[in-house]
Structures are given as structure tokens and as C-alpha cells.
T-cell receptor, first 115, second 111 residues
Framework: DAGVIQSPRHEVTEMGQEVTLRCKPI?????LFWYRQTMMRGLELLIY????????DSGMPEDRFSAKMPNASFSTLKIQPSEPRDSAVYFC?????????????FGPGTRLTVT | GENVEQHPSTLSVQEGDSAVIKCTYSDSASNYFPWYKQELGKRPQLIIDIRSNVGEKKDQRIAVTLNKTAKHFSLHITETQPEDSAVYFC??????????FGAGTTVTVRA
């Protein structure tokens, strides 16, 4: 089992540029989560998908952030335009099918630096 | 929404001693309480979890206790080893999906 896969692992970009982060959940998991981790705010849930449908996006900081899950094996988190305060580690996590809540398995994360 | 508080923020222990981390939560409907370990530069990894129908759970050197009446739960690590050094996060969730995380405890095990 490959686990949750994220790409890229590191991203350095200039303010104003578009950034796209990618995630492949564990096969068979029907729930997918995007988190952001910073020293100041800790681990924050940005958005949650269940069966490819966004269920709760209340954690998305503002309209510059968007997320999609076109199929069960792929999700993207896009920031456009990026700002220095978006610098953080972004984690994707997936969770198996069943009556919740169930353990969430985290990917390795994408370290984003916006200069 | 759920508010999870975690103490202490840092903990230094001598190798072989025990470490205890405590968390409190605010939502009495929460019924799932996982603990994650995050080593420097790595992903959070689930180390143990407990559901509200049990009061204690053990897995080798780690154990978690839950007091639903007082709305607090604790992580106990016995016979600590250098590889236990990491940041530990507690979390709480209702019968849905949303994990509310504590701020984390940085544990340092001194050799």
C-alpha cells in the first residue's frame, strides 16, 4: 500500500503566482481532507470531501483557495493568487469507508514557500 | 465548535521515565479521540485512538485514558526512549469527520 501521495513535496513561488497542490488518497478510502499546518495556527482543516463531493469548506481561508476532487483517486488544492502568508505545510489525508469517524492517514505534505 | 486544549506545550523527560500529556475538549458530543505523533519534517501519524465507549486503551508502551464526565483524555508513554521524541497532537471528533486538534506537545527524551 503506497499510502497517501502528495506532490510536489516542496514548492517555492513568488507572490501573485498560481499554486496547485496534488493528492492521491489511499485506494478504497472515500473521505479526503486538506489541512494546513503553521507554527502560529497549528493544524487547520481546510476542506473535506466525501465520495468526491465537498462536504465542508468552511476552513478555506478565502476565495483565493479552491479545491476539487474530480474522481476517487485525485484531488487538487489551488491558490490563486498566492501570498506570503500562505506559506505553510499543506497535508492531504484520507479515511476509509464506514460509519465515522475513522482514523485519518496523512500524506507526506507539501511545504509551500511564497516569497 | 469543538475546542481542544492540550498541556503541557513542552515536556522533557529522562530516558526510561514516563510522559503524560493531557487534553480537554468542550463538545460533549465528541466520541472519538485519536493521538498523532509528528517527527520533525514528517507527517502526523496515528499512534493510538479511543472511542467514548471505553475508558482506557493500551498498546505496548502507550496508553490513553478517557474521562467523558470531565471531558478530558490523556496519553501515557512509559519507559520512554529517544525515538519517542516528537510533537504529539490530541484530537477530538463527533460522530462525523471533523477532527479538532490540540496545539501539540513537544516531547524531548534525554538520554
Amino acid at each position: 500500500d503506497a499510502g497517501v501521495i502528495q506532490s510536489p513535496r516542496h514548492e517555492v513561488t513568488e507572490m501573485g503566482q498560481e499554486v496547485t497542490l496534488r493528492c492521491k488518497p489511499i485506494s478504497g478510502h472515500n473521505s479526503l481532507f486538506w489541512y494546513r499546518q503553521t507554527m502560529m495556527r497549528g493544524l487547520e482543516l481546510l476542506i473535506y470531501f466525501n465520495n468526491n463531493v465537498p462536504i465542508d469548506d468552511s476552513g478555506m481561508p478565502e476565495d483565493r483557495f479552491s479545491a476539487k476532487m474530480p474522481n476517487a483517486s485525485f484531488s487538487t488544492l489551488k491558490i490563486q493568487p498566492s501570498e506570503p502568508r500562505d506559506s505553510a505545510v499543506y497535508f492531504c489525508a484520507s479515511s476509509p469507508i464506514g460509519t465515522g469517524p475513522y482514523e485519518q492517514y496523512f500524506g507526506p505534505g507539501t511545504r509551500l514557500t511564497v516569497t | 465548535g469543538e475546542n481542544v486544549e492540550q498541556h503541557p506545550s513542552t515536556l522533557s523527560v529522562q530516558e526510561g521515565d514516563s510522559a503524560v500529556i493531557k487534553c480537554t475538549y468542550s463538545d460533549s458530543a465528541s466520541n472519538y479521540f485519536p493521538w498523532y505523533k509528528q517527527e520533525l519534517g514528517k507527517r502526523p501519524q496515528l499512534i493510538i485512538d479511543i472511542r467514548s465507549n471505553v475508558g482506557e486503551k493500551k498498546d505496548q508502551r502507550i496508553a490513553v485514558t478517557l474521562n467523558k464526565t470531565a471531558k478530558h483524555f490523556s496519553l501515557h508513554i512509559t519507559e520512554t526512549q529517544p525515538e519517542d521524541s516528537a510533537v504529539y497532537f490530541c484530537a477530538a471528533s463527533r460522530a462525523d469527520y471533523k477532527l479538532s486538534f490540540g496545539a501539540g506537545t513537544t516531547v524531548t527524551v534525554r538520554a
